[in-house]
């Protein structure tokens, strides 16, 4: 069975930068393509980025490239989202999901590509 456990989340003022967390377990953590999604209230989810199973192919949606960066480290069977310049429409339950055992080449973006999610982490921006 595997796991997914997101930390990191908080309340933050507008310019602030959050370091989200998500630790896996029960399966080779290297072979797992990560992704990040959010969810406002009223709204659907949505993606914000990805890393592929290497750590060689990584993707954003535009309204944060610039300013968040994923990565990840196998040894911790932890994939990160570092946040900064914050804004109050990044104010959302954010979560991460894997997809385990596929060797993609280029990260995913569609919720449909991973089949494991987390609980989720309040991302909470205030302006």
């Known amino acids: 069975q595997v796991q997914l456990v997101e930390s990191g989340g908080g309340l933050v003022q507008a310019g602030g930068s959050l370091r989200l967390s998500c630790v896996v377990s029960g399966r080779t953590f290297s072979s797992c393509a990560v992704g990040w999604f959010r969810q406002a209230p009223g709204k659907e989810r949505e993606f914000v980025a990805a890393i592929n199973w290497s750590g060689s192919s990584t993707g954003y949606t535009d309204s944060v490239k610039g300013r968040f960066t994923i990565s990840r480290d196998n040894a911790k069977n932890t994939v990160y989202l570092q946040m900064n310049s914050l804004k109050p429409e990044d104010t959302a339950l954010y979560y991460c999901?894997?997809?385990?055992?596929?060797?993609?080449?280029?990260?995913?973006?569609?919720?449909?590509?991973?089949?494991?999610w987390g609980q989720g982490t309040q991302v909470t921006v205030s302006s």
């Open positions: 999901a894997v997809k385990c055992g596929l060797l993609y080449n280029s990260y995913r973006a569609q919720p449909q590509d991973y089949n494991y």
